[in-house]
């Protein structure tokens, strides 16, 4: 969705704090010639001065002016951060990096040892390190440096664990590639991108804590001076150079206001998800009633349980341009009809199932003549109660179908507790029951567990049972056995049979697997770029009498893989 | 403005009224005067005195038997009546002093204290400046005489008995020697206030003694009643420190002398004296006596004074200031400033020294860097060691004499006296157990020196006392800056002329 | 781990034992809480080593330092010996840990022993740095999360900008020029408020805002973060597929994977607020562990510094601890497993 808008936000927040970071180098490179007499010259009679405009923030206890000052600082300041940071950067990525390479006892010492020192106060590692180096600015950089690598080092070799894992750095192990080869060559580059991201927004932290080490005095020392050592001058002398504090802040709170910007961004641009959706959705209207609402529906036909007419989706872009996704279909489903929609993945499929829910995504235009599930309107905005006992569904992905911190028992009552009133004691009671029924072992455990205890084909047969409950009108399963092994696809496939048989609803089961809604479905679409392009019987497929070319080449890949897959297993 | 900024500011003000609703504004007890110590005292046995604060509760605590009254003059204590040559002498003890259980404090008490602080058991670090090298025996002659005899010649023994150092600890406290130190014998003290409680870190509490009756005159002639209780807590910044005097939390502190515009009530302590010391062992490049007054000449007391003080301290012509006890006053004995000149004879062009220096003089250690300054700005090289006060004393009082070539030197002067900095400079150094720590070869200094420890008339030794900074001020052995001064913010009603500019809490007043 | 204790495991799953049957030995909580035992005793060891290490380099003379600057050499020499000093390092070490196990952590070579002055000044740091936290986890999420919701699906554009700025530039403001603004304003600007010292309840407040706001700041804007992406999750789909109400869905479903996401995150933010807490006591003269050990530095009292930084480590190590305990005790998953991510 809309990745490109956020992308594009992502890179003016990027640019807005690149151009902050970029003026405050030309400051640090050009500021100390221009300004370098006036700010180190002393003049001790023309001391603590007010304002004026030959110095327009005063001088301060030498008699130099405090603005240029502020303004030479900068380069040390600079300096500092980025070396504090270069530091830990490169030693911890390096150290983190390495440890993922040796031995996992020596490993997991090291990560060990490692925790401990995460879980330190960086200001204190930082304040012991500076006294044992003696105040001054290379020994602040370091200690700051040094107090910033053990989080480097957990970071990466995190990140490096889940690269080292993946299959070709196992591969080019197995090719007895040197180990540093592979961290250089392999994970360091996996890595680059998530640890820059981290290393902008601890750079920020570093030039608060270098300055904090200033204002205990184990910081810069004079004659140098950086931002932070300005700002501890100027606070003793607050009240007669008020400016002695506020120019110094000012210039903190800018830098590290652009390294934040500038990190931010990154991530932005980096992954979509980390950025927070801006306006520009608003800009999408749903418009769920639109279009002519002349029935098409034809009287002579049997009443169907389900009937859409004419329904279209599409997206709209900032400028007012409609894209259509899916183009006016029409579908109808009788009772206790098992009806499949096939198509690649794209096709638009599952938007025009989640449309006939009602669950279509954000930012979606959606027009229809008629949507209707037996005696309920669908475009009339039904009431929440209405709408959970018409539609049910299940989803691809059983494991991310439920929340990971929450019982199922808990998750699964949710919608009897708010919709149909029932008590703690009838929904368990009705729950065990119906998982009874599909003939679940251990229902009782079942439900007292937490998602990631259980298998994907017992989540699907939890939402199966829930729906039983539910009595729907419309089963929508949207790839129910995709993400399941090959072993209980056939026992997910059979309860959704069962299902049908025991409540009389209506299901809509989409899948690009042509095996599957063969040997389920009553009837089965083709959808092919928005629209219906041919309607088959399963016996059709079968016996592959199909018309459409498309239809075709699915049917073609259907058996390429069937054979491949027969093959493999031989 | 916004949701979330207006929220966290309304949660914030909940909070803050919610906490100051239960408890009301700070506290006004005008029997109590809340004062603030930099860090904690490090014990509470005046012989072990360290830091200033301990000085400062000591004074508070121990009476001495001598001390200087607010014209700079010797005046008694304990003591009524003294007399001393360069030996020794015999100090006849006032009527009436008491210990906090009523112990009088007679001649024994006395001599019990004092020699227990000359012991070399003790370690006093301050036995030294109060009786010199050699050894002392304090003996009971009769219950109101006691008599010191010291097997090295020091005439400074009358300033030295009234260092705070040399207080008179009552026999209970020399009875538990850990308790004396933690301040958890409440019978061991001998001045006006006792110590009620000490909780490290938050609190100190000194009550006043309802049976002290003490007070040297100068003292009791103060407007103003002495406060009931004086409570002291414990922070360093002196920012801090000047907000809470304005904020009411606090009565007496210590604040930044370029700070005082705020407050109209202030009262300026002498602390001791800054000055620079060149050490002149082998390998130093100021054994050549024109480099140090090249150096002498490029540094101005006057911008000292205005950089670190912002000219609220006194500008020195010799280790002490003018107050003090035959101090030189003459301009004309120390180097004039004229850095243009040294500049432009490029008298220290290239010359490389080891400048090492502690951070802790002026805020942020600003009066070090003047010195940094105005030598590179002379083209001088100098390796410029800025380290923290420990680490400072640790090099340049250490025994390594070759590790620095300069220093800046600010001394506590308990003493009040020239010989706390003219010790610096001559007699024995510190290697060879002495304190001078500039190892110059300077014959006819010594002997002035040695002079002035045998001389016990005044203003004989005063006239030795003109010869001998004559003698260092020409060698530029050392060049004077200014006095080390510290300036206290007052609350309203609160009254403290701190006799002779030295700190002596006792000498606070509550106006009534 | 076998299936008849994973019920067991279910039933303990709310967090803390309801009874101690046998049964408990061999659960994942009886390993999670072992590991983490493990980890206590393993940070102690590593403590008790690195503070030990510390006074050994620290430059300048402890015995200088405590005998005072007109010492004689000959009386540092002695202060040297009484204070142990010369003893070989091997002998300092055992002498170390010896008064580690008996509790005083060593006499300080000024007054008392360490432990009797962490013993007063440990309440001043951890009321202020406890409550700190306390309102920043509260605050954070309530911030955070309150703003993600009311930003849903791009409403409110304003909020999210003014909120991602205004928490941007408060982040970016070192701890002492908070503290030293809001003394301006609530002390001698208001006088509602007392500017330093610990003398009265009410002069914790401003040390506590000081301390907590930035972290608040940082803080919220991980839990927004955290939240944006937990709305996309497909657990969230489900509930609209349920037609569960706004207020279950997000209190129910979201609040909890938001708390353990930034959870995971705030470990390393709470215990560095230890650190913040040192610098923040020095603003406003609290006489807590900060300025204790600050100065403890600079005097060289090297059995306080290595006491005091023994015992800030811990707490920050003690605090991850029970950060990883509050998560396990929310999501059952890091029972299993808490990778070092």
Redesign the interface.
């Known amino acids: 969705m809309n990745e490109t808008r956020r992308r594009r936000r992502g890179n003016a927040v990027f640019w807005a704090g690149a151009l902050l970071i970029a003026a405050f180098v030309a400051i640090a490179v050009i500021g100390p010639m221009v300004f370098s007499s006036s700010a180190n010259g002393i003049d001790p009679l023309n001391a603590r001065k007010s304002p004026s405009l030959s110095n327009s923030f005063g001088t301060d206890g030498f008699g130099r002016d405090i603005l240029a000052r502020v303004i030479t600082a900068t380069r040390l300041t600079l300096l500092l951060t980025f070396g504090a940071s270069i530091i830990s950067f490169a030693a911890g990525t390096f150290i983190g990096v390495v440890v993922r390479l040796l031995g996992p006892r020596l490993q997991g010492a090291i990560l060990q040892v490692n925790a401990v020192a995460v879980a330190f106060p960086a200001l204190i590692l930082a304040l012991v390190v500076a006294a044992i180096l003696g105040p001054g600015s290379t020994s602040a950089m370091v200690a700051v440096g040094i107090a910033g690598i053990p989080m480097y080092i957990r970071l990466t070799s995190t990140l490096a664990a889940q690269v080292v894992n993946e299959d070709f750095v196992r591969i080019a192990e197995l090719q007895r590639v040197p180990r540093v080869v592979v961290a250089i060559r392999h994970v360091l580059p996996n890595v680059a991108i998530p640890l820059s991201v981290a290393a902008a927004n601890s750079t920020a932290f570093t030039l608060v804590e270098l300055s904090s080490l200033s204002f205990l005095g184990l910081g810069v020392q004079a004659p140098e001076y950086d931002y932070g050592r300005l700002l501890n001058e100027g606070l003793a002398e607050m009240s007669s150079q008020p400016w002695g504090v506020f120019g110094p802040s000012i210039g903190m709170v800018a830098l590290g206001l652009g390294i934040l910007l500038f990190g931010d961004g990154l991530a932005a641009m980096v992954d979509p998800k980390m950025s927070a959706p801006q306006g520009a959705i608003t800009r999408f209207i749903e418009k769920v009633k639109s279009g002519t609402r002349t029935s098409t529906r034809s009287t002579a036909e049997p009443e169907p349980a389900v009937a859409v007419e004419n329904l279209s989706i599409g997206t709209i872009s900032e400028a007012g341009d409609r894209h259509t996704l899916v183009n006016g279909v029409s579908l109808h489903i009788a009772p206790q009809e098992i009806l499949g929609i096939v198509g690649e993945s794209g096709s638009g499929k599952s938007l025009t199932a989640m449309s006939i829910a009602g669950l279509a995504p954000n930012g979606l235009w959606r027009t229809a003549s008629g949507m209707r599930i037996r005696e309920t309107d669908m475009l009339n905005r039904p009431a929440p109660s209405v709408l959970a006992r018409t539609v049910s569904l299940i989803y691809q992905d059983p494991m991310s179908t439920f929340s990971p911190s929450l019982r199922l028992e808990s998750q699964l009552g949710d919608v009897f507790r708010e919709h149909m009133g029932w008590d703690r004691d009838r929904i368990h009671r009705e729950l065990l029951e119906a998982l009874t029924s599909l003939s679940t072992p251990n229902p009782e455990r079942v439900l007292s567990q937490f998602p990631h205890q259980l298998s994907g084909g017992l989540l699907q047969r939890c939402l199966i049972a829930q729906a039983l409950l539910l009595d729907p009108e419309l089963l929508i399963a949207d790839e129910p056995t995709t993400a399941l092994d090959v072993s209980v696809q056939a026992d997910v496939l059979r309860k959704i049979y069962r299902f049908r048989a025991e409540s009389g609803a209506s299901i809509l089961l989409i899948s690009h697997d042509l095996g599957v809604v063969e040997e389920l479905c009553d009837r089965v679409l083709v959808m092919y770029r928005g629209e219906f392009v041919e309607e088959l019987t399963p016996a059709q497929i079968r016996t592959r009498n199909v018309q459409h070319p498309y239809t075709q080449r699915l049917l073609d890949a259907t058996l390429y893989l069937e054979a491949a897959r027969e093959g493999g297993d031989r | 403005?916004?949701?979330?900024?207006t929220?966290?500011a309304s949660?914030?003000a909940v909070?803050?009224l919610a906490?100051?609703g239960?408890?009301g504004?700070?506290?006004t007890d005008s029997d109590t005067v809340?004062a603030?110590f930099s860090?904690?005292?490090?014990?509470?046995d005046p012989a072990k005195?360290?830091?200033s604060d301990d000085y400062y509760a000591s004074r508070m605590l121990f009476d001495t038997l001598l001390r200087y009254d607010d014209d700079g003059d010797i005046v008694g204590g304990l003591a009524e009546d003294w007399d001393f040559d360069a030996s020794g002498g015999t100090v006849e003890l006032a009527d009436g002093a008491t210990c906090t259980d009523g112990t009088a404090i007679d001649a024994a008490v006395v001599a019990e204290s004092l020699n227990r602080f000359a012991s070399?058991d003790t370690?006093?670090?301050?036995?030294?400046?109060v009786f010199g090298n050699g050894d002392v025996t304090a003996s009971a002659k009769d219950s109101n005489t006691v008599e010191i005899s010291l097997s090295e010649p020091f005439s400074e023994l009358d300033a030295g008995l009234t260092m705070v150092a040399s207080g008179i600890v009552c026999p209970a406290g020399l009875e538990d020697l850990d308790g004396l130190?933690?301040?958890s014998v409440p019978d061991a003290f001998s001045g006006p206030f006792t110590l009620a409680s000490a909780?490290?870190?938050?609190?100190y509490v000194m009550e006043l003694r309802d049976d002290y009756d003490m007070w040297p005159d100068f003292v009791s002639r103060l407007d103003g009643r002495p406060p009931e209780r004086m409570?002291f807590?414990?922070?360093?910044?002196?920012?801090?420190?000047?907000?809470?005097v304005?904020?009411?939390?606090?009565d007496v502190a210590g604040v930044?002398p370029?700070?005082t515009?705020?407050f109209p009530n202030v009262a300026l302590v002498y602390i001791g004296e800054q000055y620079i010391v060149f050490n002149q062992h082998d390998a130093s490049p100021f054994q050549d006596e024109d480099l140090r007054r090249a150096v002498a000449r490029t540094l101005?007391g006057?911008?000292?004074n205005?950089?670190?003080y912002?000219g609220r301290s006194e500008v020195e012509y010799t280790m002490g200031d003018s107050g003090m006890q035959c101090a030189n006053t003459d301009e004309g004995l120390v180097e004039e400033y004229d850095r243009e000149a040294v500049q432009a004879e490029g008298l220290l062009e290239g010359v490389e020294m080891v400048y090492s220096a502690s951070?802790s003089f002026?805020?942020?250690?600003?009066g070090?860097?003047?010195v940094?300054?105005?030598l590179?700005?002379a083209g001088a090289h100098v390796d410029?060691q800025?380290?923290?006060?420990?680490?400072w004393?640790?090099l340049v009082?250490?025994?390594d004499a070759p590790s620095w070539d300069i220093t800046l030197f600010g001394t506590?002067n308990?003493t009040n006296t020239l010989w706390t900095g003219v010790s610096r400079i001559m007699g024995a150094p510190?290697?060879d157990?002495?304190?001078s720590m500039s190892r110059a070869d300077n014959p006819e200094g010594e002997q002035l020196a040695d002079e002035i420890m045998r001389t016990t008339d005044q203003d004989e030794k005063c006239a030795t006392y003109q010869e001998l900074q004559q003698n260092f001020l020409e060698r530029v052995d050392v060049v004077p800056l200014t006095a080390s001064v510290e300036v206290f913010a007052l609350a309203d009603g609160i009254q403290y002329e701190p006799p002779n500019s030295r700190m002596d809490y006792t000498a606070v007043r509550v106006a009534d | 781990m076998t299936s008849v204790h994973s019920t067991v495991e279910g039933r303990l799953g709310h967090g803390v034992p309801q009874r101690l049957i046998p049964a408990w030995v061999g659960t994942p909580w009886a390993w999670f809480l072992t590991r983490k035992l493990g980890t206590l005793v393993l940070s102690f060891v590593f403590l008790v080593i690195v503070t030990f290490s510390i006074v050994l380099l620290i430059p300048g003379d402890a015995a200088r330092a405590a005998a005072g600057p007109d010492a004689s050499l000959e009386v540092v020499e002695a202060t040297r010996q009484t204070l142990g000093l010369n003893d070989p390092v091997w002998q300092r070490f055992l002498t170390y840990v010896g008064d580690i196990f008996s509790g005083t952590l060593g006499t300080s070579f000024r007054v008392g022993t360490v432990s009797e002055q962490i013993a007063v000044r440990a309440p001043y740091t951890l009321v202020v740095a406890g409550a700190s936290i306390v309102i920043t986890l509260v605050l954070a999420f309530i911030l955070g999360v309150g703003v993600t919701v009311l930003t849903r699906n791009g409403r409110r554009t304003w909020l999210a900008q003014a909120f991602s700025w205004v928490t941007a530039v408060i982040d970016a403001v070192p701890v002492y020029v908070r503290g030293t603004l809001l003394i301006i304003l609530f002390a001698l600007t208001l006088g509602v408020l007392p500017a330093g010292g610990a003398q009265q309840p009410s002069s914790y407040v401003l040390p506590i805002v000081a301390l907590a706001i930035g972290p608040v700041c940082s803080l919220s804007r991980i839990v927004r973060r955290e939240a944006e992406s937990a709305l996309q999750a497909n657990y969230i789909r489900t509930t609209e597929g349920w037609r569960l109400s706004g207020r279950v869905v997000y209190l129910k479903y979201l609040l909890p994977n938001v708390v353990t996401a930034a959870l995971t995150l705030s470990g390393l933010m709470l215990s560095g607020m230890i650190g913040g807490a040192l610098v923040m006591e020095q603003v406003f003269s609290w006489p807590g562990l900060g300025t204790s050990v600050v100065n403890a530095i600079l005097t060289r009292d090297y059995p306080v510094i290595q006491g005091t930084i023994l015992v800030l480590g811990m707490v920050a190590v003690i605090i991850n601890i029970l950060i990883d305990v509050a998560l396990a005790a929310v999501d059952p998953r890091h029972l299993q497993s808490r990778s070092d991510a």
Do not use: H, W
């Open positions: 403005m916004n949701a979330s900024s929220r966290l949660v914030i909070l803050t906490l100051a239960c408890v504004g700070p506290a809340r603030r860090a904690d005292p490090q014990s509470f005195l360290v830091g070399p370690q006093s670090g301050s036995k030294i400046l130190s933690s301040g909780t490290s870190g938050v609190e409570s807590s414990v922070g360093s910044d002196v920012a801090t420190n000047a907000n809470e304005l904020g009411g939390s606090l930044s370029t700070d515009e705020r101005s006057e911008a000292y205005e950089v670190t912002a951070n002026g805020p942020n250690g600003i070090a860097e003047y940094y300054q105005e590179s700005d410029y800025i380290v923290d006060n420990s680490t004393a640790s009082l250490g025994p506590v308990q510190i290697e157990g002495g304190r």
